[in-house]
């Protein structure tokens, strides 16, 4: 998880070599790119598992609505509102998007220290935000209003589509699909989805061997192999765990912003950055187990109770939400 936060904090300084090129185009072959790569390399397991995957055919098919509309709400996000403003609104909303969804829909009890981690994290990108928008927002390349609220509004939606494609995935994985299979069908759909946007938008992309240079490597690196880190991920630890983790992805982006692009960061973004660290290192630090009740087990991934007097062919079950 961890790992592709790195990868993926690298798109936006990725970004800044192909200035010619869109942000839809940037989003479409990104994530429309990656997606069909990840659906042709999993294509094997996708087949043998075909009847468990129908099964679950209106998870699979939400994942890929909202693995479609996602690149282009942040990457027009990040155009509109500036790259840290962007990155902060759509990676900081997603984990309590997706602490929601897993609420609501699946019953799971947010932890202690998971909303230790959660506040660390976006105390964290909170300050990061605030560090780089002040500089974002004045000189000749300011931004009007409109502008900011629209790109802010854009974040918000990608943090729910990032919140319901991580949920989709992690649901199909839960019910038995290999995270392979699930990434490769939630991703290939949602890639097929983002071909017309390539179409009508990709020329710039093949201006010059830079601007394709860029797209090869967003939909190679942090994408395609982003994603199936991710993917694997998501087998281990429930989406709210793995989009709070993604925090780290911010703070990557500035520090290259800095030590790659030129840009300055004031002390309080690098406080923020501090608190981003915080947050990584309560959520990931092994805890010690200690005498629960009788047929109480707790989850050491996330810290969720769940009961060990389940059925052991149907695994553990969630304890009642009252």
Sequence with gaps: MLMASVLWGTTGTAATFAPAVGPLAIGAVAMGLGGLLQALIAAPSIRREAPRLRAHRGVALLGALSVGAYPLAFYTSMHLAGVAVGTVVSIGSAPLASALIERVVDGRRLTHRWM???ALGLSGTVLLCTAEAADAHSGPGARSAG?????VGLGLVA???YALYSWAAHRLISRGVTSGA????????????????LLATGAPLLA??????VGAYMALVPMFLGYFLFGWGLAHVPASTATTLSLL??????????????ERLPLVGWAGIALVVGCLAVLTTPTRTTHRPRGLTTDQSTGAEVSGLADPGHGPEKVGTG
């Design 116 to 118: 230790a981690g959660a």
């Design 208 to 213: 010059s061997w830079s601007n394709a240079a």
């Design 249 to 262: 992805e911010p703070a990557v982006a500035a520090v290259l912003a800095v030590l790659v692009v030129g």
């Design 147 to 151: 502008e900011t609220v629209l790109g």
């Design 159 to 161: 943090g729910l589509t």
């Design 182 to 197: 699930a990434m490769g069908t939630v991703f290939g759909l949602g890639g097929l989805l983002l071909m017309p946007v």
